[in-house]
Nanobody
Framework: QVQLLESGGGLVQPGGSLRLSCAAS????????MGWFRQAPGNQREMVAT???????NYTDSVKGRFTVSRDITQNTVYLQMNSLTPEDTAVYYC???????????????WGQGTQVTVSS
């Protein structure tokens, strides 16, 4: 069983910053990659940023230069530092982990419960 525990969402003014955290609890599994997705009302869920076990990162164009994804391997935790936030960043942010079962070799995606980020004056 894999559980993802998110924290760090909230209300912030335009131009402000927030830091999201997501801790993964795994057993007999290794993490291939972790990342963040978001979904605004009426929109599809979109990838925001991901980081692989090797440290390679990927960002959606709209957040490049403003958001930074990082990880703590020892704690199975991924972070998303969000700077220069705009109202367009308002959404529910979901943590994602692609995890491989060390016994079967199968990889699956797991999701956190989501945390609300609201950017408003």
């Amino acid at each position: 069983q894999v559980q993802l525990l998110e924290s760090g969402g909230g209300l912030v003014q335009p131009g402000g910053s927030l830091r999201l955290s997501c801790a993964a609890s795994t057993r007999f599994r290794s993490i291939n990659a972790m990342g963040w997705f978001r979904q605004a009302p009426g929109n599809q869920r979109e990838m925001v940023a991901t980081i692989t076990s090797g440290g390679s990162t990927n960002y959606t164009d709209s957040v490049k230069g403003r958001f930074t994804v990082s990880r703590d391997i020892t704690q199975n935790t991924v972070y998303l530092q969000m700077n220069s936030l705009t109202p367009e960043d308002t959404a529910v942010y979901y943590c994602n982990a692609n995890v491989r079962n060390v016994w079967t070799g199968r990889s699956d995606d797991y999701w956190g419960q989501g945390t609300q980020v609201t950017v408003s004056s």
